[in-house]
Structure formats: C-alpha cells, structure tokens
C-alpha cells in the first residue's frame, strides 16, 4: 500500500507559477513510477506528465509540454510538478499517481495503482 498526499494547489493569475507537491508513504517509493493528472468540472480525468523510478525518463501531455516539469526524490520520497505560464485552461483538480514498476511513460489513469486526493488548481484571467 501506498499512501499520496498532494498540496500546494491554490488560486493564481494567468502566467504565474505553481509548485505542486506528492508526499509518499507506504513502499518502497522508488519502486514506483508517478504521474500527475487533473480533472476539470465535467471533463474526464487527463493526463498531465510522468516521470521514471529515476528522474531519467520524463513523458507529458502535448498542452503541457515546455511549461511544466515533473521531478522526483527518491530519498525524500517526494515527486513535483512545476508549472510555469498557467493560463485558465489550466484550471483543475490535479491527482499525483503511482505504478509499480512503471517506465515514466504510463498516461492513462488505469495504469495507476495508487491515488492521491487532489489538489485544487485554479488559474484566473
């Protein structure tokens, strides 16, 4: 069992910045690979980014590319997002995830194993 605990989210301007954090507990954290999700009111769970059991392999959505970052610490047992330029569209509930065994390339949410509660991101005009 592994237990995910996001923060950080909160409401921000269009072009500002965010640091979301994911602390783990549980197993062996670098056993497994994380993902960030987010799901906006009525819309489906998307995907957002991954990254490897080692911060070498990193994959993310198209409408995220270049503006956010994942990263990872195996000995904090602690994974990130960044997320630079926001814009409204932006706005959602993000999710940090783990596979076990994963490659840093799983992008769908029924891959995961593990869930996080959410945090709340909101991005104004």
């Known amino acids: 069992q592994v237990q995910l605990v996001e923060s950080g989210g909160g409401l921000v301007q269009a072009g500002d910045s965010l640091r979301l954090s994911c602390a783990a507990s549980?197993?062996?954290?670098?056993?497994?690979?994380m993902g960030w999700f987010r799901q906006a009111p009525g819309k489906e769970r998307e995907f957002v980014a991954a990254?490897?059991?080692?911060?070498?392999?990193?994959h993310y959505s198209d409408s995220v590319d270049g503006r956010f970052t994942i990263s990872r610490d195996n000995a904090k047992n602690m994974a990130w997002l960044q997320m630079s330029s926001l814009k409204p569209e932006d706005t959602a509930v993000y999710y940090c995830?783990?596979?076990?065994?994963?490659?840093?390339?799983?992008?769908?949410?029924?891959?995961?194993?593990?869930w996080g509660q959410g945090t709340q991101v909101t991005v104004s005009s």
């Open positions: 995830a783990a596979v076990i065994y994963g490659s840093g390339r799983n992008n769908k949410p029924s891959e995961y194993n593990y």
């Open positions: 549980g197993r062996t954290f670098s056993n497994y690979a």
């Open positions: 990254i490897g059991r080692t911060n070498g392999n990193t």
